[in-house]
Nanobody, 123 residues
Framework: QVQLVESGGGLVQTGGSLKLSCEVS????????VGWFRQAPGKERQFVAA????????YYASIVAARFTISRDNARNTVYLQMHSLTPEDTAIYSC????????????????WGQGTQVTVSS
């Protein structure tokens, strides 16, 4: 089992920034990738960014690549998602997830999920 706990969500104005955290614990030996997804009301869950656990290679959805940065604090087993230039279209519940696969982008490729954290961007 792998446990993931997100934090850092909140309300921010258009153009603002937020940094989300995802603390990873448990049987991380089987974890190959940790990713961030988001889901807005009435929409499907959407891939945002991910980070390979050992090689520490980041990759992004094209819609956020210029504004978001994913990183890892090895000492704290925490993956961060730094978000800049936020717009109302970024409003969603952001969840982190762990996968045993290589460079997964679909939700069904991830095995463990956190509870999510709400990000709201006001206009």
């Amino acid at each position: 089992q792998v446990q993931l706990v997100e934090s850092g969500g909140g309300l921010v104005q258009t153009g603002g920034s937020l940094k989300l955290s995802c603390e990873v614990s448990g049987r991380t030996s089987s974890t190959v990738t940790v990713g961030w997804f988001r889901q807005a009301p009435g929409k499907e869950r959407q891939f945002v960014a991910a980070f390979t656990w050992r090689e520490q290679i980041p990759y992004y959805a094209s819609i956020v690549a210029a504004r978001f940065t994913i990183s890892r604090d090895n000492a704290r087993n925490t993956v961060y998602l730094q978000m800049h230039s936020l717009t109302p279209e970024d409003t969603a519940i952001y969840s982190c997830a762990a996968s045993s696969g290589n460079f997964p982008r679909r939700p069904d490729e991830y095995d463990y999920w956190g509870q999510g954290t709400q990000v709201t961007v006001s206009s």
